[in-house]
Each structure stands twice: as C-alpha cells, then as structure tokens.
C-alpha cells in the first residue's frame, strides 16, 4: 500500500530557518509607499565554522528612503578573531532628455553604479563575536555623470536630466576576511 504524507508546513519552515544556508524575501517600503520585495541570502558556510546569529539577532534588513540605504546592524557569535567587510553598492537611475536645435526631444534612461566600502571601525570583534553597526549610504552621482552616461542620437543634442534619480537598485554584503564570496546578501529592489 502506497500512502503519502505531508510534512506540516511549520516544520519544514523550521528546518528553512535552521539551515546553514537560507533566502529570506522580505517586504520593505521606501519613501513612496512603493513595497519592494527585497531579498536576503545567508550562507554561513562562508564564515568561521561555528558562527551563529547572537541571540536576538539576525541578518541586516535595509530601507530606502529617497536616495539612502540604510541596513541594520547584527552580532554574529562563533568567529573566533575573525574580522568582516561590509559594502554597500547602490545603482541609481534617472531619465536624461536629449534636444535637438529642432526642438526634437528624446528621453534616455540612465544608471549610475556607487560602491560604498563601510568604515573599519563598523565592525569589531569582541569575545569571538562579530559586531557589526548600522551602515547607510547615499552617494548620489551628478547631474552630469548621468548625462555622461546619456546616449543621443548624435553630439548636436543637448542633454539635461529630467527630474530627480532613484534608487534603482542595491547590493548589501558582509563578507569574512579569508573568504572569498559573502556570508550575508541583502540586494533589492531591481526597479
């Protein structure tokens, strides 16, 4: 006799939750209202064996509001003396318009990637515990670098850019010093 079972769903979100390895959407909202879905990876194979969020802890979570990222601070215990990096990449947007002596107007989307390394002293190991702070970050490129970055149908256009940049999207990483790719991710919202 065949029979199936279903594993209860709570268990199997517990066994999610306790693996070494695990994606975590999670729903945030920026300054208009919009809810991105924002997504958080955690692979403690790419840390000291025996790291573990400290009790009350867990990975980063980051907001946008207007043109600033900002991402939480977290404690991780079980990393003996062994320090992290933390970076913050943000891609920004905006819509250049490109006129023609004509009066011909054509518009041009744009993207500025900034790379925001966090001060050394975000982190600090303390009782083979990393601390880490809250990071945020708002680098916003010129006027002038997205019109650089504009494309008109050729150099007797003027550009100007239209409006004020978003965040378009953004990559948070914790990454341990002798490891090669991050233990934490957080990257949203890809708009």
């Given at each position: 006799?065949?029979?199936?079972?279903?594993?209860?769903l709570a268990v199997l979100a517990l066994a999610v939750a306790c693996s070494e390895s695990a994606s975590n959407p999670q729903e945030n909202s920026v300054s208009d209202g919009f809810k991105p879905q924002f997504l958080t990876t955690v692979n403690l194979e790419n840390a000291p064996e025996g790291a573990?969020?400290?009790?009350?802890?867990?990975a980063p979570v980051c907001t946008?509001?207007?043109l600033t990222v900002s991402c939480t601070g977290t404690q991780i215990g079980g990393v003996g003396?062994?320090?992290?990096d933390v970076s913050l990449t943000i891609t920004y947007a905006a819509t250049v318009?490109?006129?023609?002596h004509g009066g011909q107007i054509?518009?041009?989307?744009?993207?500025?990637?900034?790379?925001?390394?966090?001060?050394?002293?975000?982190?600090?190991?303390?009782?083979?515990?990393?601390?880490?702070g809250a990071f945020s970050a708002s680098t916003v490129p010129?006027?002038?670098?997205?019109?650089?970055?504009?494309?008109?149908?050729?150099?007797?256009?003027?550009k100007e850019v239209l409006g004020e940049p978003i965040v378009s999207s953004f990559t948070y990483t914790?990454?341990?010093?002798?490891?090669?790719?991050?233990a934490i991710i957080v990257t949203g919202p890809d708009v």
């Open positions: 006799m065949n029979t199936k079972r279903l594993i209860p573990h969020f400290r009790q009350g802890f867990g946008i509001s207007g003396n062994t320090d992290a318009q490109c006129r023609n054509v518009e041009v989307k744009t993207q500025s990637t900034t790379v925001a390394p966090a001060p050394d002293e975000l982190t600090e190991v303390r009782n083979g515990t990393l601390i880490v010129t006027d002038e670098t997205f019109e650089a970055l504009a494309t008109c149908p050729n150099g007797n256009w003027t914790l990454t341990f010093e002798g490891f090669t790719e991050p």
